[in-house]
C-alpha cells in the first residue's frame, strides 16, 4: 500500500524501514523528523527577519544622515554606525541604544528585539508558510518499506550531514559531545554567512535539547531494529 503527495521542489529525507511497525513507531518516526525539520526552519526563518530588520536599521540610518548637517551630530551618527556594524558582526545590542540629538523622526524604532529561534520553533505555524515545512512525498507500508519526507534542499543537506556526523562521531570519537555538535548545525549553519555568531541563548539552547530528544528517537527505532542504518540510507530515494 503506498501513500503519496508530491511536492515542488525541495530535497528528500529518507527513511528505510524493516520488521514489523506499531502505529507509535510511524508517529515517532514523522513527528521526530517533523521537529527536527522546524527547528532547522526556525533558525532559518530567525536570520530572515534579522535580516530584514538590519535592512530597516540601516534604511533609517540612511534616512537619519541627512539631519545630521551640524558637525556635533556627525558624532552621534557614526556612533550608530559603529552600533549597527557590532549588531550585524556579533549580533549583539547594547542595553541602550546611542543617543539622538533630537527627537527621532521615525515611528519605529530600528533597534527592537526579535523572537529567539526556540520562540519561532513553539509557534512555527504562525512564522512558516506551508510551503516551508516538511511534507510527506511517499510512504511505502511493506517491509522493507520507506518513508520519503521532502522539504527545503539546503535544510535537508545539512540534517543528513548532522545525523552522519552525529551517527558516526559516535562510533569513532566521544570526546565531543552531542550537545555541542548540534548547537554547531544550528548556531552556524549558513556557509555564505559573514557573521560570527555568538553561542546560542537559553531559548535556542532549548531548541539544541529539542533537536537531540529527536535524534534520539529516530536512533531508538534503528536500535529496534525498525530502521535500517539511517545516515548510510538517508539519501536513497526510492524510484517507482
Not at 558624532?75 to 550608530?80: A, R, V
Request: hydrophobic share 35%.
Amino acid at each position: 500500500m503506498t501513500s503519496e503527495q508530491t511536492g515542488e521542489g525541495g530535497s528528500c529525507l529518507c527513511f528505510h524501514t524493516k520488521g514489523d511497525w506499531a502505529a507509535t513507531d510511524v508517529i515517532t518516526l514523522i513527528s521526530g523528523a517533523s521537529a527536527i525539520y522546524d527547528a532547522f526552519l526556525a533558525v532559518d526563518i530567525q536570520r530572515r527577519l534579522e535580516d530584514e530588520q538590519y535592512r530597516r536599521m540601516e534604511h533609517s540610518l540612511k534616512r537619519l544622515h541627512k539631519y545630521m548637517d551640524h558637525p556635533i551630530n556627525h558624532e552621534f551618527y557614526h556612533m550608530w554606525q559603529d552600533y549597527m556594524r557590532m549588531w550585524r558582526k556579533e549580533r549583539t545590542l547594547m542595553p541602550y541604544p546611542p543617543p539622538f540629538p533630537f527627537p527621532m523622526p521615525f515611528a519605529q524604532q530600528p533597534y527592537e528585539q526579535g523572537p529567539s529561534a526556540f520562540d519561532i520553533f513553539s509557534e512555527i505555524d504562525s512564522f512558516a508558510s506551508s510551503e516551508d515545512r516538511l511534507r510527506v512525498r511517499r510512504i511505502r507500508i511493506a517491509s522493507p518499506g520507506s518513508f520519503n519526507l521532502s522539504g527545503s534542499g539546503e535544510i535537508i543537506r545539512e540534517i543528513r550531514e548532522l545525523i552522519k556526523d552525529l551517527w558516526f562521531r559516535n562510533q569513532q570519537e566521544r570526546t565531543k559531545g552531542e550537545l555541542d555538535i548540534i548547537d554547531k548545525y544550528l548556531t552556524m549553519r549558513r556557509e555564505n554567512s559573514d557573521l560570527n555568531l555568538p553561542p546560542p541563548g537559553s531559548g535556542n539552547r532549548k531548541l539544541v535539547k529539542t533537536v537531540q530528544e529527536r535524534i534520539h528517537s529516530l536512533q531508538w527505532l534503528e536500535r529496534d531494529g525498525k530502521l535500517l542504518s539511517v545516515p548510510e540510507h538517508i539519501e536513497e530515494a526510492v524510484n517507482e
